[in-house]
C-alpha cells in the first residue's frame, strides 16, 4: 500500500500536454528537462499499476535511457517526489474500506 495515491499521479502526467508539464514542473534544481524527459518514457511506456509498482519501489522499468539519464537515475525519484509534493501533485493515499 502507497502513501500517495499514485493512480491520480499518472492520470494528471499522462493526460496533461508536455508543454504544460514543461512549465508546472521544471525549476531547475530538483526537476530538470532531463528529469521530465525520463519520467515521461516511464508514463508512457507503463500502466498505471505499473507507475504505481515504479514509484513505491523507487525503480525504473528496463527502457532504453541515455547516458545523462543513466546518470540520474539514483536520485530520480527522491527528486521528482519533491517536486509533486511542492506542486500538490501528491494526495495521500485513501484507505482501502473492508468489507465487515
Not at 24 to 48: A, C, E, F, R, Y
Amino acid at each position: 500500500m502507497s502513501q500517495f495515491d499514485t493512480y491520480s499521479l499518472y492520470d494528471f502526467l499522462m493526460h496533461t500536454p508536455e508543454g504544460g508539464l514543461r512549465k508546472i514542473l521544471i525549476d531547475n534544481q530538483n526537476m530538470t528537462p532531463l528529469h521530465l524527459s525520463l519520467l515521461l518514457k516511464v508514463v508512457k511506456g507503463s500502466t498505471p499499476d505499473e507507475f504505481s509498482e515504479y514509484f513505491n519501489s523507487q525503480s525504473l522499468p528496463k527502457i532504453r535511457m541515455s547516458p545523462a539519464e543513466s546518470k540520474i537515475k539514483e536520485t530520480f525519484w527522491p527528486k521528482c517526489i519533491v517536486i509533486f509534493e511542492s506542486r500538490g501533485l501528491l494526495q495521500p493515499a485513501m484507505p482501502v474500506k473492508q468489507a465487515a
